[in-house]
């Protein structure tokens, strides 16, 4: 570990990973915890249970502001154990100075988000703090949710499964890079921030045996493809040119050097299943999506490492996502 | 005139049946070959396009690719990111540079260290974004630390133009900008200290495009006649490299050895005058710039003239920015690397204790240097 932390330590890749298990592991160490996954299943399987804090900046977004993102998260984290999001709480740490007009936009945004999910806010926490202690507001919600679908796992990939995305890729990381300070971009990007309940209650009403799922937040969903090869001792191997990316991505990704794969979503998961489910599975999710797409086979070539082919029969591997995402220079 | 798309610059070339196409001409072309070939791609640009499309893949085994020291963060020598760790830990100032040289650690750590210590240290995309950033703090000092080769330095030069035009009084430059002719010349004729000889293995260069819009095709012109090595300007697309490539074995097998340009779509032989006007009128050379890897070499650097000192952060802190060189460890062998007598791999400290989160030499510090490369796409072949 670095002597002081970062931001890249919060960038959902390698360093981040490290400071989680080089600190908090160690320190809180338990079964629940080890497994790792988007929300803790407790009480037998029954409840799942997660938390998540928000600091996005700027606050008010094409798309979305921090109040949507913060009733999202936390609800999609659930969603993607199979739950339903039932109760939540919600904590918000607040710059002196913020404006109460605003602060009560972005609570009723919540209440918006809430009902998508079906959830209740049952307890919350204030807090002001003094001029640049925070910037402008912090929320912080952690919600339970009853489990609907058992057996959703990072563990779970076998040779011959496939993996599909529920839309395409890097929109909310392109739209936010694109609106940062510093990178003067017009665009008619929008962020993809969306709860993820009523598309994953499909698939299940579809009656598809869902294997791994989860959200392709930070790390975008190259973090999710080499956790998933890692966890389960497999090779994803992705056909580059099946991954869904909108002309307008691509191309802030091409001035800046990124890759639509590195850049988080905010409403996009990833999915495996049986072969036998695939047809059925992009059925229900094209339903909601009609850019969602197969792009990935698990298969045995080169184990715990995600495999890129390209269309000219070249392969690569796709490595988790290091440091914090900086433009290139020329 | 129809609205042109970004798509329009990169779709086409990256066209799968027309790689292939090319990779069919090349391998039927090198079975020609007397010898083997080496091509070094000067630009980090390439060597990243090259990896990242997995083009050695497709490539007959007589036609190998050495990569080159064209990535400005990479042959930035460590005394100099010291510098800007200092400037950024100065007293009301900002340090303003472009994309990943912020995680680039020096010495002391990088500039994202001396971020979380408290410095306000920014990226942008643009230079010109100073001259917000100086406005919106008058009562700090800005200092762009100015890096790049021929591509980035017109972008330097409007700014160090705006800023005496608009009597801006708080922003200067710590300069650090350096040319490609130079250090190619440099690699070509350079001993090798540790086997005492002229060991360089380059047969040909693929010349980066991006440096021609600005400086023409006209900078590589010695180097198929005085020094006996061809040259293709090329583009940075896998169909642009594919073909650039075609272009330097066919100079091989009809026996020419020219200067030509691939990409065509952008480059002339005489390139931007009026950019390079702009650079002439700030900058002069310096006599020596130290590349990291690589060492010395003479007339490569860049620094604002005389006239424009007063703007000058080398100048103005001179008294606090340390001017010992600093070596890279021992068993890097970076400077190996770029001078095409060693592979990534073939370091015993590549991806071990050398990596892109805890780098050691220059090639492995930006995703455009050839170790980092490496370690990022594997090397599949």
């Known amino acids: 570990m670095t002597k002081t932390i970062t931001i890249a330590h919060g960038n959902g890749g390698e360093e981040n990973n490290e400071l989680i298990k080089k600190i908090f592991y160690k320190h809180f160490e338990n079964d629940i915890l080890a497994k790792s996954e988007d929300a803790a299943v407790i009480e037998d399987g029954k409840l799942a249970f997660t938390t998540d804090s928000f600091t996005v900046s700027p606050l008010f977004f094409p798309g979305g502001d921090i109040g949507k993102l913060a009733v999202c998260g936390t609800c999609?984290?659930?969603?993607?154990?199979?739950?339903?999001?039932?109760?939540?709480?919600?904590?918000?740490?607040?710059?002196?100075?913020?404006?109460?007009?605003?602060?009560?936009?972005?609570?009723?945004?919540?209440?918006?988000?809430?009902?998508?999910?079906g959830a209740i806010v049952v307890s919350g926490d204030t807090k002001v703090v003094p001029k640049g202690a925070v910037d402008k507001l912090f929320i912080n919600t952690t919600g339970i949710g009853t489990i609907e679908h058992?057996?959703?796992?990072?563990?779970?990939?076998?040779?011959?499964?496939?993996?599909?995305?529920?839309?395409?890729?890097?929109?909310?990381?392109?739209?936010?890079?694109a609106a940062r300070e510093g990178i003067e971009l017009e665009s008619g990007l929008q962020t993809d921030c969306a709860s993820l309940y009523p598309e994953i209650k499909a698939l299940m009403d579809a009656g598809i045996k869902i294997i791994a799922l989860r959200d392709a937040t930070r790390g975008g969903v190259s973090a999710v493809l080499n956790e998933w090869a890692k966890t389960s001792d497999v090779c994803v191997e992705v056909e580059e040119e099946s991954i869904p990316v909108l002309d307008e991505v691509r191309g802030i990704c091409e001035m800046l050097g990124f890759e639509a794969v590195d850049?988080?979503?905010?409403?996009?998961?990833?999915?495996?299943?049986?072969?036998?489910?695939?047809?059925?599975?992009?059925?229900?999710?094209?339903?909601?999506?009609?850019?969602?797409?197969?792009?990935?086979?698990?298969?045995?070539?080169?184990?715990?490492?995600?495999?890129?082919?390209?269309?000219?029969?070249?392969?690569?591997?796709?490595?988790?996502?290091?440091?914090?995402?900086l433009p290139r220079i020329c | 005139m129809a609205e042109l798309e970004l798509k329009n610059l990169y779709d086409n070339f990256r066209d799968g049946e027309t790689i292939k196409a090319y990779a069919k001409i090349i391998a039927e072309d090198a079975k020609k070959l007397e010898k083997p070939i080496n091509i070094m791609?000067?630009?980090?640009?390439?060597?990243?396009?090259?990896?990242?499309?997995?083009?050695?893949?497709?490539?007959?085994?007589?036609?190998?690719?050495?990569?080159?020291?064209?990535?400005?963060v990479c042959i930035m020598p460590k005394e100099r990111i010291d510098h800007a760790y200092v400037l950024s830990m100065q007293p009301n100032?900002?340090?303003?540079?472009?994309?990943d040289m912020i995680k680039v650690p020096g010495s002391n750590g990088s500039l994202q260290d001396a971020r979380?210590?408290?410095?306000?240290?920014?990226?942008?995309?643009?230079?010109?974004?100073?001259?917000?950033?100086?406005?919106?703090?008058?009562?700090?000092?800005?200092?762009?630390?100015?890096?790049?080769?021929?591509?980035?330095?017109?972008?330097?030069?409007?700014?160090?133009?705006?800023?005496?035009?608009?009597?801006?009084?708080?922003?200067?430059?710590?300069?650090?900008?350096?040319?490609?002719?130079?250090v190619m010349v440099e690699l070509i004729d350079s001993r090798d200290v540790h086997v005492d000889s002229y060991n360089n293995q380059i047969d040909a260069f693929l010349g980066p495009s991006h440096v021609s819009v600005i400086s023409g095709s006209k900078i590589y012109d010695k180097f198929p006649k005085d020094y006996g090595r061809p040259v293709v300007v090329t583009g940075f697309e896998p169909v642009d490299a594919m073909q650039g490539i075609s272009m330097i074995i066919k100079q091989f097998v009809e026996k020419r050895c020219e200067l030509e340009v691939q990409y065509k779509r952008v480059v002339n032989f005489e390139g931007n005058l009026k950019a390079q006007a702009l650079i002439e009128k700030y900058f002069e050379k310096m006599s020596l710039f130290r590349w990291r890897g690589l060492g010395n070499v003479p007339d490569s650097g860049l620094k604002l003239r005389e006239k424009y000192a007063a703007y000058d952060a080398e100048i103005k802190?001179?008294?606090?920015?340390?001017?010992?060189?600093?070596?890279?460890?021992?068993?890097?062998?970076?400077?190996?690397?770029?001078r095409g007598m060693a592979k990534p791999q073939e370091c015993t400290i590549f991806g071990t204790a050398c990596k892109p989160t805890t780098p050691i030499g220059s090639c492995m510090v930006s995703s455009e240097g050839a170790c980092a490369a490496y370690y990022k796409y594997g090397n599949l072949i």
């Not at chain 2, 060597?47 to 490539?59: D, E, N």
Request: charged letters at 20%.
């Open chain 2, 41 to 72: 791609e000067v630009c980090g640009g390439h060597t990243h396009t090259i990896m990242k499309f997995g083009l050695p893949q497709l490539l007959p085994e007589n036609v190998n690719f050495i990569h080159g020291p064209g990535c400005p």
């Open chain 1, 263 to 325: 850049l988080a979503n905010e409403g996009t998961f990833v999915l495996c299943v049986g072969k036998e489910d695939e047809v059925k599975a992009l059925e229900v999710l094209q339903k909601t999506h009609s850019t969602s797409a197969v792009i990935a086979t698990v298969t045995m070539q080169y184990v715990g490492r995600v495999l890129l082919n390209s269309s000219w029969g070249t392969k690569r591997f796709l490595d988790l996502p290091t440091g914090e995402l």
């Open chain 2, 116 to 182: 979380a210590k408290g410095a306000d240290v920014r990226f942008v995309y643009s230079p010109m974004e100073c001259l917000k950033i100086a406005e919106e703090n008058p009562d700090k000092t800005v200092i762009f630390f100015a890096i790049g080769f021929e591509t980035t330095t017109p972008m330097t030069a409007v700014l160090v133009e705006q800023v005496i035009k608009l009597k801006v009084p708080n922003i200067l430059f710590h300069i650090n900008h350096v040319t490609v002719p130079e």
């Open chain 1, 150 to 177: 058992a057996g959703i796992t990072a563990s779970g990939l076998k040779e011959g499964m496939s993996i599909l995305v529920s839309r395409d890729v890097g929109c909310h990381g392109a739209t936010i890079f």
């Open chain 2, 317 to 338: 802190y001179k008294d606090v920015l340390p001017i010992a060189e600093i070596e890279d460890h021992k068993l890097c062998i970076c400077g190996d690397i770029l």
């Open chain 1, 76 to 117: 999609n984290d659930l969603a993607m154990m199979g739950a339903k999001p039932k109760y939540m709480t919600c904590s918000v740490i607040i710059e002196e100075g913020f404006s109460t007009r605003e602060l009560d936009k972005i609570v009723k945004s919540m209440k918006v988000e809430l009902e998508i999910n």
């Open chain 2, 93 to 99: 100032v900002i340090l303003v540079t472009l994309g």
